[in-house]
Nanobody, 121 residues
Framework: QVQLVESGGGLVQAGGSLRLSCAAS????????AEWYRQAPGKQRELVAG???????NYADPVKGRFTISRDNAKNTVYLQMNSLKPEDTAVYYC????????WGSGYRYWGQGTQVTVSS
C-alpha cells in the first residue's frame, strides 16, 4: 500500500509564504505525475499545479508566478512553494500522485488527507 501525507499548512498573513510537502511512503518504485489540488469551503476541488515524470510543470492561472511545484525523487516527496499568498488562497490543499509500486504497469492514483492553508487579510 501507498500513503501520501501532506504537511506544511497553517495560518499566514497575506503576502506571506508557505511550503507544502507531500511525502509518499509504502511500496514505491517511482512517483510519476503528481498534482496539488485545493478545495475552499462551498467550492469544488480545483487543480492548482502539476508536475510530470519528466519535470514539466503546469499551473492554474490564479497561482501562476506565485506558486512553484517541485519534486525530490530520492525522498519520494512533492512540494508546493506558495509565495505572495492571498486570502483567496485559503483552502484545504490535497496532493494527488500517480505511484508505481513495481517496475511494470502504469501505477495507481493516490490522494493525501489534505492540509489546511488559511491566509488572513
Amino acid at each position: 500500500q501507498v500513503q501520501l501525507v501532506e504537511s506544511g499548512g497553517g495560518l499566514v498573513q497575506a503576502g506571506g509564504s508557505l511550503r507544502l510537502s507531500c511525502a509518499a511512503s509504502g511500496s514505491i518504485f517511482s512517483i510519476n505525475a503528481a498534482e496539488w489540488y485545493r478545495q475552499a469551503p462551498g467550492k469544488q476541488r480545483e487543480l492548482v499545479a502539476g508536475i510530470t515524470t519528466g519535470g514539466s510543470t503546469n499551473y492554474a492561472d490564479p497561482v501562476k508566478g506565485r506558486f512553484t511545484i517541485s519534486r525530490d525523487n530520492a525522498k519520494n516527496t512533492v512540494y508546493l512553494q506558495m509565495n505572495s499568498l492571498k486570502p483567496e488562497d485559503t483552502a484545504v490543499y490535497y496532493c494527488n500522485a500517480l505511484v508505481q509500486s513495481t517496475p511494470w504497469g502504469s501505477g495507481y492514483r493516490y490522494w493525501g488527507q489534505g492540509t489546511q492553508v488559511t491566509v488572513s487579510s
